[in-house]
């Protein structure tokens, strides 16, 4: 049995299209605690636009990643994202919970085109109720595809997950757990991947909308290589790195542009379904592409609104040696997702 055998661990395996990424989480303290930490990079075609074009390599990357924590495979929590899974908030009778799961199938049929190709699932908001005989309900739809998909490729690896996630959730884990306080009114997290930028809404700290938008980092390289006709290592170098630049200035501009009108526009279409005085409060950014210098202030300035590195280490507990020899500061805004996923205990 290997170091983390212990059934008290749960290990949070997060796919994504330049990285994959593995973080190990005790649950046997009375706080969980993170205990390992591996990044394996993807070549850069292995997946392409959420599509995996070489099954075989990046299995490969997945089991040599959790070989390098010596992690139990039958404690990985897997997730999947994307515009294949729906989330909505929705209002419907009181039910019992034995009952909610048939009611959930006739709701779902009204807001999920083509119900019989999804996986459904839900969560009841406000289980006490007060008496109301309306409850409000969180409905959950993935594509079916969309999760065979990812079952074929961790099968391959030799995985077969304790559980499946959605993105969406559990980026909130992990926010929630860092960021008590932002649980409160509407909130923006924006995980800035490698080719996707995930826009999440939260109302009250609840998850009710998602979004995905065709920006990252690759994005970001390619415009500095054509308008700037920089090498795609110097472009590399720019988009990692530490200062601003007037190249990487003008390219951000442009892109944070697109995610301030994304945010912009989830939060005009839940204007009348939020709490409050429907505004969104604060933005929070997390994933490899928050880290681009100026990013995250660009997306202030444009908003008008605080705008915030998330670090999923803020408020947790690390063991000596979980980063080993990686660069807290740097990896850190990667693993807001694979901690997430990590957080949910077996």
Known sequence: MGLFGRKKTTVGLDIGSGLVKVAVIDHSKSTPELIKVA??????????EGEVMDPHLVSDVIRSTIESVDANTKAVVAAVGGRDVIIKRIKTERVKEAQARELMRWEAEQHVPDVD?????????????DGRDEMSVLLVAAKRDLVEAKLRIL?????????????????????????????SGAVGLVNIGHEVTNINIL???VPI?????PIGTRRIREDLQREHGLSAADAEALIRGYDRSPQLDSVIL???????????????????SLKGDG??????????GSRTPGLTESLGQRLKKPVELANPL??????????????????????????GLALRKN
């Open 39 to 48: 990044i394996t990079p993807l070549p850069d075609d292995a997946i392409v």
């Open 117 to 129: 190709s999804v996986e459904l699932d839900f969560q009841i908001l406000d289980e006490d109720g």
């Open 155 to 183: 099968a391959e690896a030799g995985i077969t997950p304790s559980s499946m996630d959605v993105d969406a959730f559990a980026l909130h884990n992990a926010f929630e757990l860092n960021y008590p306080d932002a649980m």
């Open 203 to 205: 109302d009250d700290g």
């Open 209 to 213: 909308l998602t979004r995905d938008l």
């Open 254 to 272: 442009q892109r944070t542009e697109e995610i301030a009108t994304g945010l912009e526009r989830a939060i005009a279409f839940l204007s009348t």
């Open 279 to 288: 505004q969104m409060k604060a933005v929070y950014t997390c994933g490899g």
């Open 314 to 339: 803020a408020n947790m507990s690390v063991r000596d040696g979980a980063l080993e020899s990686l660069v807290t500061d740097e990896v850190a805004p990667l693993l807001m997702l694979a901690i």
